[in-house]
């Protein structure tokens, strides 16, 4: 917008219109971005199949700490469980055996990794082993303080669906988990806010042609 009005100055040369030409590329400009959904500068990019970002914007995921989304709600299994009791614990349809992963602690509630229900109801898995002679790597945990990118950052990297959630001073202790479907839930809550923002102005034409805005 202001480089248009600055060439359009240079090519009057009358100081006395730079008022009306920063209105008039003022007007162009809002016009353009609401009938507009790419700049001038853009539409060609765009019309060729190539996506052009329209605004930028920050992250949302990085804005929101795990503490803020992560279930507090855990549902943990002791390494000496059997495999035949936990696999009749799910069954039971029990609050909390809907889960798709558990937490697995020693007899001094220190987390030793996470056991998925694949794991457990593996055909390779005897009924007679325990919960702890199923888990297949050392945990990979979150930090409460950390934000919802990072723990994103985590899961892509080590390719698992959810974290156990601790603290800095206890690494050990798990206070809570969080799951891709946290992740998800943060961005619908992003979303429901921005679509009540939309609704709060609702921009439409008058009779003459003239753009108002009526609040709601």
Same mark, same amino acid.
Request: charged residues 25%; glycine residues 6%; positive net charge.
């Given at each position: 917008?202001?480089?248009?009005?600055?060439?359009?100055?240079?090519?009057?040369?009358? =100081?006395?219109?730079?008022?009306?030409?920063? &209105?008039?590329?003022?007007?162009?400009?809002?016009?353009?971005?609401? !009938?507009?959904?790419?700049? /001038?500068?853009?539409?060609? /990019?765009?019309?060729?199949? %190539?996506?052009?970002?329209?605004?930028?914007?920050?992250?949302?995921?990085?804005? *929101?700490?795990?503490? @803020?989304?992560?279930?507090?709600?855990?549902?943990?299994?002791?390494? @000496?469980?059997? /495999?035949?009791?936990?696999?009749?614990?799910?069954?039971? &349809?029990?609050?909390?055996?809907?889960?798709?992963?558990?937490?697995?602690?020693?007899?001094?509630?220190? !987390?030793?990794?996470? *056991?998925?229900?694949?794991?457990?109801?593996?055909?390779?898995?005897?009924?007679?082993?325990? *919960?702890?002679? %199923? !888990?297949?790597?050392? =945990? %990979?945990? %979150?930090?409460?303080? $950390?934000? !919802?990118?990072?723990?994103?950052?985590?899961? *892509?990297?080590?390719?698992?669906?959810?974290?156990?959630?601790?603290?800095?001073?206890?690494?050990?202790?798990?206070?809570?988990?969080?799951?891709?479907?946290?992740?998800?839930?943060?961005?619908?809550?992003?979303?429901?806010?921005?679509?009540?923002?939309?609704? &709060? /102005?609702?921009?439409?034409?008058?009779?003459?042609?003239?753009?108002?805005?009526? $609040?709601?």
């Amino acid at each position: 917008m202001l480089a248009s009005a600055v060439f359009a100055f240079e090519t009057t040369m009358q =100081p006395f219109s730079l008022l009306p030409l920063l &209105g008039g590329c003022a007007t162009a400009y809002l016009v353009s971005c609401l !009938l507009m959904r790419h700049t /001038i500068m853009t539409e060609k /990019i765009a019309r060729r199949g %190539v996506r052009v970002p329209a605004e930028y914007a920050a992250d949302f995921l990085a804005q *929101v700490l795990v503490r @803020d989304q992560a279930s507090r709600d855990v549902v943990v299994f002791r390494a @000496d469980d059997a /495999i035949e009791v936990v696999r009749r614990w799910l069954d039971s &349809g029990t609050p909390g055996s809907e889960h798709q992963g558990f937490p697995v602690v020693d007899e001094a509630g220190d !987390l030793l990794g996470v *056991v998925t229900r694949r794991d457990l109801y593996s055909p390779q898995v005897a009924p007679a082993l325990r *919960v702890c002679e %199923v !888990l297949k790597r050392p =945990p %990979v945990v %979150v930090y409460e303080d $950390n934000s !919802l990118r990072e723990a994103a950052d985590v899961m *892509v990297r080590e390719e698992i669906g959810r974290l156990p959630v601790v603290r800095q001073t206890a690494p050990r202790r798990v206070v809570g988990m969080v799951t891709r479907s946290d992740l998800l839930s943060a961005h619908r809550r992003r979303l429901d806010e921005a679509s009540r923002a939309q609704q &709060g /102005i609702h921009l439409r034409l008058g009779p003459l042609g003239r753009l108002r805005a009526k $609040n709601v």
